[in-house]
């Protein structure tokens, strides 16, 4: 990972959040959060809707105020060293406001006139990064919206961030494009660009994330490593099993085992008469390594075992525990 330009005591933490707590009126809206991200990190930030998130990055960008706490990028504070801060900083909010009527390249060069030192060759190279130079002189008008989006992201990069932030970065794309923006934001973190991502798309931040923070009712409840959070999870075991009555014992008597439901009655392999068994569907969260023994004391028990399905967890998985089902937005 390349390190970041600035000041501070650790040049490999791009941006950090501590302790940030902002208050309307009466209300506190965001309660103490802190994450930090480093340099060539792709950070996804998720959380259902009034979580705060769409708060937190108008504060990363000095928009709003916090009312506590402090924002720093590359170790200058957004506050008190706004300009210095906020010049390593690239963002785009959804999808990018471009002018349809003029080429990608003069949409370029119309938001190149507001930052200082700005080239043709710089806007070249940005166009060059996002893959759209054999279209940049064609009207926005003609793009699709992976292009556009593109395009926004070109123009994020024209003062050569090391910060940039997408809010729904993938928000109306199709599959195609998804895969693409997703193949293109991992290629700028190799090249050292640390990305803060906030979306929805729980699959899609599984997918693309490094790590992940979990905002909700205005508090980061979780922030770690995806695999790290997702590997922390009990995963879901599902038994198909005849009679289900001395597997249950045997399941609730373990202390790690939590039986969530039991299905429906289904057919099972011929039995040893000739007559067709009903195998049970016992659904239970447990860790995995609990199988094995767990199998061989229903065996030896009289159990028939017809199946055992282990389903891995994922980020929706945790997010939806860890947020009490809070839908997403």
């Not at 979580?51 to 720093?72: A, F, H, N, Q, Y």
């Not at 599984?206 to 009990?234: P, Y």
Request: hydrophobic share 40%.
């Amino acid at each position: 990972m390349g390190e970041a330009a600035g000041k501070g005591r650790d040049a490999k933490i791009v941006l950090s959040v501590q302790n940030v707590k902002k208050r309307i009126g009466k209300r506190l809206i965001i309660k103490g959060i802190s994450f930090e991200v480093g340099a060539g990190e792709i950070f996804g930030f998720l959380g259902p809707n009034g979580s705060g998130k769409t708060t937190t990055i108008r504060m990363l960008v000095d928009l709003i105020r916090p009312t506590e706490g402090s924002i720093s990028i590359c170790g200058y504070d957004v506050q008190k060293e706004h300009d210095e801060a906020l010049q390593y900083v690239g963002c785009i909010v959804e999808n990018p406001e471009l002018y349809p009527y003029l080429s990608g390249w003069e949409n370029l060069e119309h938001f190149a006139r507001m930052l200082p030192g700005i080239t043709d060759q710089r806007i070249h190279e940005v166009a060059e990064i996002v893959g759209m130079d054999h279209r940049i002189h064609d009207k926005v008008k003609t793009y699709s919206l992976g292009m556009r989006q593109r395009l926004g992201i070109a123009q994020a990069l024209l003062n050569d961030p090391k910060l940039l932030i997408l809010d729904e970065p993938t928000n109306g794309l199709d599959p195609q494009g998804i895969k693409e923006l997703r193949e293109f934001i991992r290629r700028l973190a190799d090249q050292g660009l640390s990305l803060f991502v906030s979306s929805h798309l729980l699959s899609e931040i599984q997918q693309l994330c490094d790590r992940v923070a979990i905002i909700s009712h205005g508090e980061v409840i979780r922030v770690g490593e995806v695999s790290t959070l997702i590997d922390e999870s009990v995963g879901t075991v599902v038994w198909r099993v005849h009679p289900a009555a001395p597997a249950l014992s045997i399941l609730h008597a373990d202390e790690e085992v939590k039986v969530l439901a039991l299905g429906e009655p289904e057919q099972g392999n011929a039995g040893a008469a000739g007559q067709r068994e009903l195998a049970e569907r016992i659904v239970t969260e447990m860790p995995p390594e609990r199988i094995p023994a767990l199998s061989s004391r229903m065996v030896d028990s009289g159990v028939q075992l017809y199946g055992i399905e282990l389903k891995h967890p994922t980020l929706e998985d945790l997010f939806l525990k860890l947020t009490e089902g809070e839908r997403i937005g």
